[in-house]
């Protein structure tokens, strides 16, 4: 299993970033996937979670109405839409799947700072 995370960045409160993920190594149509964030001294946090076929999705409380998680089970990758971005969304973003044991990409820096 390999996830791959991409389309971090520096960003200005306010702006827009699209996190991907693109997976290989396991039947990526059947498992739900996942976004977690960890900020500096804090712990790892869900930011979001999609279903296998994208039926069933839910966000973290302190992103829901600005980020939107999605999939596409052709292309083996599932992405994040961050808008609205605040300060406190300056994190590591890492991809997650569990496929009998968990599984970690190896993170993306999203900075928000003006």
């Known amino acids: 299993v390999q996830l791959v995370e991409s389309g971090g960045g520096l960003v200005q409160p306010g702006g827009s970033l699209r996190l991907s993920c693109a997976a290989s190594?396991?039947?990526?149509?059947?498992?739900?996937m996942s976004w977690y964030r960890q900020a500096p001294g804090k712990e790892r946090e869900l930011v979001a979670r999609?279903?296998?076929?994208?039926?069933?999705?839910n966000y973290a409380r302190f992103v829901k109405g600005r980020f939107t998680i999605s999939r596409d089970n052709a292309k083996n990758t599932v992405y994040l839409q961050m808008n609205s971005l605040k300060p406190e969304d300056t994190a590591v973003y890492y991809c997650?799947?569990?496929?009998?044991?968990?599984?970690w990409g190896q993170g993306t820096q999203v900075t928000v700072s003006s």
């Open positions: 997650y799947v569990r496929v009998a044991t968990d599984y």
């Open positions: 190594g396991f039947t990526f149509s059947l498992y739900d």
């Open positions: 999609i279903s296998s076929a994208g039926g069933r999705i």
